[in-house]
């Protein structure tokens, strides 16, 4: 009954997370016992993974588990799992085992203490980028969420980059689910404790698309100028005329004669700070459509010559496409330039 009530707490297991649990602490002849089971019907077994035959009878051996012993039995499972030292690169038994503790690391019953606590944010954070790889976000958020309940009470002094890494994981896989409430109050926590401007440049973007995502499309061009600034690379807030004439005849001059194959021949950028700063112009050439159009010719200018300078990004192939638009739009629709 022991081995029953071992593998009523995963519900399905793989044979071999089986094998790695010690076997002394729960049934030592539990490798036999599964198989008396699956003999009589009780378990079955689809290649290597192991399922009870029914959930009304896995329900049932659970229950026959005393309440006060279940948390025990969940911690005992989850610690002897992460023995492994390679358990967190094995999705199914990193999984395996956050599921287990993260049912008994809360309430006045909580097992975990300050280090365990550490460990499994870690293994949450682990279990999380599993689930994305999976494209279980729903799942993913929760193993996040988790992670965050486990760290310290003053997490962003004590365990800053692993406290930065959960809020960041939390806000991916909250803003894919649609969950702006918490999109917001993560990216507010980043954006209050982040130590660097490097630290906060993702959540900021992130907090610009977010913006977008509701049609707050001026704001959203705002917060990504502001970056941009601090990159190094600023722009005018009023574009007009005046400033898309001087950079559409600079975009004539950089691209006279200049052919696919000059372009491709190009080193690949590795400057950070220019590859980040091309990324985010790479987000306002389609913002500036909707907020400020005129935007756009210089954004184009400025990627190109930063590509000239620095070398080929994938933003670069839509800095061209609207470079293209833009000589086109301006340049008395001559057609055969804008090619």
Not at 131 to 156: C, K, T, V
Not at 268 to 275: A, H, P, S, Y
Not at 309 to 338: K, M, N
Request: charged letters at 25%; hydrophobic letters at 40%.
């Amino acid at each position: 009954i022991k081995t029953l009530q071992v593998l009523s707490c995963f519900g399905q297991a793989h044979i071999s997370t089986i094998q790695l649990l010690d076997l002394g602490q729960f049934a030592p002849d539990m490798m036999e016992s599964l198989k008396v089971a699956t003999k009589e019907g009780i378990v079955e077994r689809a290649g290597p993974l192991l399922t009870f035959a029914h959930d009304m009878l896995q329900e049932s051996t659970y229950n026959l588990i005393p309440p006060d012993e279940r948390k025990p039995l969940h911690y005992k499972i989850g610690m002897s799992l992460v023995q492994d030292p390679k358990v967190a690169d094995n999705a199914e038994v990193c999984t395996l085992a956050v599921d287990q503790i993260n049912l008994c690391k809360e309430g006045e019953d909580g097992m975990l203490n300050p280090v365990e606590r550490a460990l499994f944010a870690r293994f949450n954070l682990a279990a999380g980028k599993h689930s994305i790889a999976a494209s279980s976000y729903g799942q993913a958020r929760r193993y996040f969420e988790a992670g965050i309940d486990l760290l310290h009470s003053n997490a962003w002094e004590k365990q800053y980059a692993l406290t930065l890494e959960l809020y960041e994981m939390s806000v991916f896989v909250s803003f894919m689910e649609g969950k702006v409430e918490t999109v917001s109050s993560r990216l507010e926590e980043i954006l209050k404790n982040a130590r660097s401007f490097e630290d906060a440049l993702d959540s900021r973007v992130t907090r610009a698309k977010l913006l977008a995502s509701q049609a707050q499309y001026a704001d959203a061009t705002g917060e990504l100028l502001d970056v941009l600034k601090e990159l190094g690379e600023e722009f005018p807030r009023d574009a007009g005329l005046r400033h898309v004439a001087i950079h559409v005849e600079e975009l004539q001059w950089m691209l006279k004669d200049v052919t696919r194959e000059k372009i491709l021949e190009l080193p690949k950028i590795e400057d950070t700070r220019k590859l980040n700063a091309m990324r985010l112009m790479g987000l306002l050439v389609l913002l500036g459509h909707y907020s400020s159009p005129m935007l756009v010719p210089l954004l184009c200018c400025r990627m190109i010559r930063l590509t000239f300078d620095f070398g080929f990004c994938e933003e670069t192939i839509p800095g061209l496409l609207f470079a293209s638009h833009s000589l086109f739009h301006y340049s008395d629709d001559d057609f055969d330039l804008a090619c």
